[in-house]
């Protein structure tokens, strides 16, 4: 059995941070990717950041280049999500996504509120 936890959402005002974390564990094994999507009320989910497990490469949308930074703990296949100069418009359910050989999971997601 494979779990998925995001953690680190709540409510924060215009310009501030918020930190992101995604553990996945269980019978998981050989992670390719790991990433960050999103879901606003009304609209399709889309996504926000991915790390690549062989040779770490990122990719972002281009909403979030700059401010957002996508990092990974590969001992202990934790994924972070650092997000800095949050605008009204990041505001959603945000959720982990982990691609592995044996399939790909999703956490249950977190709610980021940026509203003053």
């Known amino acids: 059995q494979v779990q998925v936890v995001e953690s680190g959402g709540g409510l924060v005002q215009p310009g501030g941070s918020l930190r992101l974390s995604c553990a996945a564990s269980g019978s998981i094994f050989n992670i390719a990717t790991m990433g960050w999507y999103r879901q606003a009320p009304g609209k399709q989910r889309e996504l926000v950041a991915v790390i690549i497990t062989s040779g770490g490469n990122t990719n972002y949308a281009d909403s979030v280049k700059g401010r957002f930074s996508i990092s990974r703990d590969n001992d202990k296949n934790t994924m972070y999500l650092q997000m800095n100069s949050l605008k009204s418009e990041d505001t959603a359910v945000y959720y982990c996504?982990?691609?592995?050989?044996?399939?790909?999971?999703w956490g249950q997601g977190t709610q980021v509120t940026v509203s003053s």
């Open positions: 996504n982990v691609a592995s050989v044996r399939g790909i999971y």
